[in-house]
């Protein structure tokens, strides 16, 4: 459970991470030591252009892969992400052929929850452990690179990176992709299309959502 180097030197990983290790040790939690760090590992904070956040990791057993939203490629999806996929099908006319989203971190798209650990069967079990302040400073750190656009799907994430946009990024706030909220402004909003967009104003290369 190394820190990737890359991000090593936050405060958060000398303030606040060797509790939250110490906690952890001998229990069985999700998504597992080897991809705690997955969604830093695959977004250096050079290369970050968008970001989305979640809550915690799926918490059955062999879903989660450490990166928001995202699951194994054998998992059916969630109902959330269906949301999503049914969101770009319509926004884009596609959508990717499973629920891994590790492609999407790849083109520097950060998929990072505010807390990177659950007990199975727990969902929110471990988001008091002090995670939070992880992801302000990451996203703080990528704005030093450039202007970003945010993907804030509901109320949690929304307060949770409250006062880090700045005029030059680009955010979209709306509802969260969960059947209780998807109708009150998620469906419709047209996220990918609008970043590819603002990506391409910007002279920069657009996301490929749907590969």
Same mark, same amino acid.
């Given at each position: 459970?190394?820190?990737?180097?890359?991000?090593?030197? =936050?405060?958060?990983?000398?303030?606040?991470?060797?509790?939250?290790?110490?906690? =952890?040790?001998?229990?069985?939690?999700?998504?597992?030591?080897?991809?705690?760090?997955?969604?830093?590992?695959?977004?250096?904070?050079?290369?970050?252009?968008?970001?989305?956040?979640?809550?915690?990791?799926?918490?059955?057993?062999?879903?989660?892969?450490? +990166?928001?939203?995202?699951?194994?490629?054998?998992?059916?999806?969630? !109902?959330?992400?269906?949301?999503?996929?049914?969101?770009?099908?319509?926004?884009?006319?596609? !959508?990717?052929?499973?629920?891994?989203?590790?492609? #999407?971190?790849?083109?520097? &798209?950060? +998929?990072?929850?505010?807390?990177?650990?659950?007990?199975?069967?727990?969902?929110?079990?471990?988001?008091?452990?002090? #995670?939070?302040?992880?992801?302000?400073?990451? &996203?703080?750190?990528?704005?030093?690179?450039?202007?970003?656009?945010?993907?804030?799907?509901?109320?949690?994430?929304?307060?949770?990176?409250?006062?880090?946009?700045?005029?030059?990024?680009? &955010? /979209?706030?709306?509802?969260?992709?969960?059947?209780?909220?998807?109708?009150?402004?998620?469906?419709?909003?047209?996220?990918?299309?609008? /970043?590819?967009? #603002?990506?391409?104003?910007?002279?920069?290369?657009?996301?490929? #959502?749907?590969?």
């Amino acid at each position: 459970m190394t820190p990737p180097e890359a991000w090593a030197d =936050l405060p958060f990983f000398r303030d606040d991470w060797p509790a939250i290790r110490d906690r =952890l040790a001998g229990t069985d939690f999700l998504p597992g030591p080897d991809r705690i760090f997955a969604a830093l590992e695959a977004t250096p904070p050079a290369r970050i252009r968008v970001v989305i956040l979640g809550q915690d990791p799926y918490p059955t057993p062999g879903h989660a892969n450490g +990166l928001a939203f995202s699951v194994t490629r054998d998992t059916a999806l969630p !109902r959330s992400l269906a949301n999503i996929y049914r969101e770009m099908q319509d926004d884009l006319g596609a !959508r990717p052929a499973t629920g891994d989203l590790s492609g #999407w971190a790849r083109q520097g &798209v950060l +998929l990072l929850n505010t807390a990177l650990s659950v007990p199975p069967g727990q969902a929110g079990a471990h988001a008091g452990w002090g #995670w939070g302040a992880l992801a302000r400073q990451a &996203v703080a750190r990528a704005q030093a690179h450039g202007p970003l656009a945010f993907l804030l799907w509901g109320r949690h994430a929304q307060q949770a990176l409250a006062s880090l946009p700045r005029p030059e990024d680009l &955010v /979209i706030a709306t509802a969260h992709p969960s059947p209780l909220s998807a109708r009150r402004g998620f469906f419709g909003s047209r996220p990918f299309s609008r /970043i590819n967009g #603002w990506l391409k104003a910007q002279g920069r290369a657009p996301i490929d #959502w749907t590969g």
